[in-house]
């Protein structure tokens, strides 16, 4: 059975503290890794996807990595406006490939 | 941009009423999803379709029935509301199966208090 873990599940920092989320992943044979963000009152929005260790992508200022155990979510001097939950979720290889979420670390950055 | 609409955003539905949540999307999509989310466990999977009238059990689908008559939409049937079926659910749609590189793309959600 495919499982994802997430830590922490909250996490608050202060605006340009970097930090770094953390998703732990078992799953048959790892089709792709992903990364969405989630505010209050809306439906997840995509940000990455990963395909294989060490494997990393950017966007402003997010940056995601992948070994062949887990994720890091890597926030660098973050703002107020990066609050948001974000998930992670692996699609497996084999058998079922809908994406199977952790359940989300809780971002909160204070001004 | 692909849009993903659910029908409503919040509902009240009394225990052993058959409820109708309604996702449509603009993109034609072959991948459809019904999630259901609630704190502390995550997005759970219902059902998914990977074509018109075909549909796959994801990991909660006791008391729920789907429905794809047509590629845009994609229908969760709760046969018989009860309490422990109050949730936040989630729809969503996916080009391809395989190597993605686009993610799912969510409706907002659908709030559903069975009282």
């Known amino acids: 059975e495919d499982q994802v873990t997430q830590s922490p599940e909250a996490l608050r920092l202060q605006e340009g503290e970097s930090s770094s989320l953390n998703c732990s992943y078992t799953v048959s044979g790892l089709r792709g890794l992903f990364w969405y963000r989630q505010d209050p009152g809306k439906g997840p929005e995509f940000l990455f996807t990963l395909y294989s260790a060490g494997e990393e992508k950017e966007k402003e200022r997010l940056k995601a990595t992948l070994t062949k155990k887990e994720s890091f979510l890597h926030i660098t001097a973050p703002k107020p406006e990066d609050s948001a939950t974000y998930l992670c979720a692996v699609q497996a290889g084999t058998g079922r490939r809908a994406l199977t979420f952790g359940s989300g670390t809780r971002l909160q950055v204070q001004p | 941009d692909v849009k993903v609409t659910q029908s409503s955003r919040y509902l009240v539905k009394r225990t052993g009423e058959k409820v109708f949540l309604e996702c449509v999307q603009d993109m034609d999509h072959e991948n459809m999803f019904w999630y259901r989310q609630d704190p502390g466990l995550g997005l759970r999977l219902i059902y998914f379709s990977y074509d018109v009238k075909m549909k796959e059990k994801g990991d909660i689908p006791e008391g729920y029935s789907v429905s794809r008559e047509k590629k845009e939409r994609f229908s969760l049937i709760l046969e018989s509301a009860s309490t422990n079926q109050t949730s936040m659910y989630l729809c969503?749609?996916?080009?391809?199966?395989?190597?993605?590189?686009?993610?799912?793309?969510f409706g907002s959600g659908t709030r559903l208090t069975v009282v």
């Open positions: 969503a749609s996916s080009l391809t199966l395989d190597r993605d590189d686009y993610g799912y793309t």
